[in-house]
């Protein structure tokens, strides 16, 4: 079981950048999804979350309205669009799963519900 975050880079603020996570050894479509960032000498941080039972969503105060997440199933992804990116976004990003439903709002974020975790993405947004 494995799951790797793709599609980060360097963006100008601004900018938009979409990531992806996709997985091997089992099917997304199955599990919870959150997205996570993480800033050097910081704690991880929940950035977005879709439910496998309804796909409902959560997002980070900070991000919402700017970043919508989003499943492919035909790829077996789960995607992160983030627009209007700003210089405080900038971090590794990681997807995780996690095989018991969450949905709840206060709990998605917290790194301790996953049971799966992918190697990051890094996203810089600077000028």
């Known amino acids: 079981v494995q799951l790797q975050a793709s599609g980060g880079g360097l963006v100008q603020p601004g900018g938009s950048l979409r990531l992806s996570c996709a997985a091997s050894g089992f099917t997304l479509d199955d599990y919870d999804i959150g997205w996570f960032r993480q800033v050097p000498g910081k704690r991880r941080e929940g950035v977005s979350y879709i439910s496998s039972t309804n796909d409902s969503t959560f997002y980070a105060p900070s991000v919402k309205a700017r970043f919508t997440i989003s499943r492919d199933n035909a790829k077996n992804t789960v995607d992160l669009q983030m627009n209007s990116l700003n210089p405080e976004d900038t971090a590794v990003y990681y997807c995780?799963?996690?095989?018991?439903?969450?949905?709840?709002?206060?709990?998605?974020?917290?790194?301790?519900?996953?049971?799966?975790w992918g190697q990051g993405t890094l996203v810089t947004v600077s000028s």
């Open positions: 995780a799963a996690s095989s018991r439903p969450l949905l709840n709002r206060w709990i998605w974020f917290l790194e301790a519900e996953y049971d799966y």
